[in-house]
């Protein structure tokens, strides 16, 4: 950015103030960059940016800069002067150290590449910040989710009941299946002291009662072992996903 | 600079500064000036000056230097009274601030 540059750019900064106070600051400041000869590029980068130089023109006008700024040991600062228009990236910014001569010159070389790039790093959501998003659009989509949504709802409900049907099915099936087979069992045993083949017809029965139930059994293990367990890993991570964004190589 | 100067210092260094030349001095040469005294930015001085100039302790005048003009300030009758003020406060704060920090205990006298 040149003298004329940096001038034109303060000019259309300043449009909306009253127009004698702009001509002076636009006079102070034109002779002071010409005053400053070969020195203006030293001057200007001391004067950080068009809108830093407006920003300070228009808080004198206003009539605040009385109480507001202060002499420390790097001359005379005002902390709201720093940097107007970063602000907000200074505030979310993580990393400390080496990003403020950066972030001085930022006005200068906003639209490259490898800045720009930076610049949208610095808004990265955080875990708990995304949470309250969520939220919030949540409250926002209430009236599509609670048509779409509710029949949703009652479908995955519906879903629930089964699943919780099916558990307790299961095992009051292996249960009774097991109990009733031995139960036959020992009915057939003491069968056979009166009519040993009726006895025998129980046991026999009893014994393909108990097969059934072991049969039953081991699909219970296959059920609580491995699919609840699968169910309820791959519900979680559904909702952390949901959370955290979707993880790499995934 | 480790110790923060105030507005009303500011004003007096610029004053001073100023009233060094009787037909007075312009935006640039009165920044490096101060900023030979003092650590201060390039767009510290505006505020200040303008500042100074509605308080009426500088007045400004246009004069023509290689076909363009250069505004210079001058010091007021009533920034010299201003200036006179500052000068005796700051005789008096600045005098007892170097007694105390220079001051030796009792064994060292």
């Known amino acids: 950015m ?20 702009k001509a002076d600051a636009i006079a102070y400041y034109r002779d002071y960059l010409e005053e400053a000869g070969d020195d203006d590029k030293k001057a200007m980068e001391d004067f ?23 002499f420390t040991e790097r001359g005379y600062e005002d902390e709201r002067f720093r940097e107007p228009n970063y602000q907000v990236a200074k505030r979310l910014d993580l990393p ?13 070389q906003a639209p490259k590449g490898e800045d720009s790039r930076q610049g949208r790093q610095k808004f990265k959501t955080s875990g708990p910040l995304k949470i309250v998003l969520w939220i919030i659009l949540l409250f926002v989509s209430a009236p599509v989710w609670l048509g779409v949504g509710g029949t949703l709802a009652g479908l995955f409900a519906g879903g629930l009941g089964l699943l919780l049907g099916l558990i307790i099915l299961l095992a009051v099936l292996t249960f009774a299946l097991l109990l009733g087979g031995a139960g036959l069992c020992v009915v057939g045993i003491l069968g056979m002291v009166r009519w040993v083949s009726s006895g025998l017809l129980m046991f026999g029965a009893g014994v393909a009662v108990i097969g059934l139930g072991l049969l039953s059994l081991m699909a219970s293990i296959f059920f609580y072992g491995r699919f609840i367990p699968w169910l ?14 979707r993880r790499k190589g995934r | 600079m480790v110790f923060n100067t105030g507005a009303a210092l500011l004003d007096a260094i610029v004053l001073a500064v100023v009233s060094r030349t009787v037909k007075g001095t312009y935006g640039y040469k009165i ?3 101060v900023r030979g005294v003092i650590e201060i930015s390039e767009s510290t001085l505006y505020p200040v000056l303008r500042r100074l100039l509605k308080e009426e302790c ?52």
Not at chain 1, 48 to 70: F, T, W
Not at chain 1, 232 to 245: K, M, N, Q
């Open chain 1, 96 to 108: 400390e150290g080496g990003q403020g001569q950066q972030e001085e010159n930022a006005w200068q």
């Open chain 2, 31 to 33: 920044t490096q000036d």
């Open chain 1, 48 to 70: 950080g940016s068009p809108e830093r130089i407006a920003a300070i023109i228009r808080s004198e006008l206003a009539g605040n800069l009385e109480d507001g700024g202060a």
């Open chain 1, 232 to 245: 309820i890993r791959a519900g979680v991570d559904a909702v952390s996903r949901l959370v955290h964004g």
């Open chain 1, 2 to 21: 040149n003298r004329n540059e940096f001038m034109e750019k303060l000019e259309y900064l300043l449009s909306d103030i009253p127009q004698e106070d």
């Open chain 2, 58 to 109: 500088l007045e400004v005048y246009d004069l023509a230097i290689d076909g363009r003009n250069r505004r210079y300030y001058r010091i007021t009758e009533k920034g010299r009274i201003q200036l006179n003020l500052y000068r005796g406060e700051w005789a008096v704060y600045s005098g007892r601030i170097s007694r105390i920090l220079e001051e030796l205990n009792d064994e060292q006298k």
